[in-house]
């Protein structure tokens, strides 16, 4: 069963750092590309940022670009998220999930960042 656990999340002030952590089970991770969500309060979901199964490929949403890296360890089956320069805008739930799969998602890890 494919199971996703996010973790990393908190508050924190504008301009400060998060580091999301993501740990997948029950496929073959390495064989999927990964990406990150988010939604915020009222919002719909977005695409924050993705890799590819080997981790040479990555691409993120204009918002994240320069401030955000995407990440993975496909040793550890786990999928990061390095969230710099941190704007109240950033506030919202962060999930990770399968680029190609949107049937499972985690339960997300809630990010609020204050002013």
């Known amino acids: 069963q494919v199971q996703l656990v996010e973790s990393g999340g908190g508050l924190v002030q504008a301009g400060g750092s998060l580091r999301l952590s993501c740990a997948a089970s029950?496929?073959?991770?390495?064989?999927?590309?990964m990406s990150w969500y988010r939604q915020a309060p009222g919002k719909e979901r977005e695409f924050v940022a993705m890799?590819?199964?080997?981790?040479?490929?990555?691409n993120s949403a204009d918002s994240a670009k320069g401030r955000f890296a995407i990440s993975r360890d496909n040793a550890k089956k786990m999928v990061y998220l390095q969230m710099n320069s941190l704007k109240t805008e950033d506030t919202a739930v962060y999930y990770c999930?399968?680029?190609?799969?949107?049937?499972?998602w985690g339960q997300g890890t809630q990010v609020t960042v204050s002013s």
């Open positions: 999930r399968r680029l190609s799969d949107p049937t499972y």
């Open positions: 029950g496929f073959t991770f390495s064989n999927y590309a």
């Open positions: 890799i590819s199964g080997a981790g040479g490929i990555t």
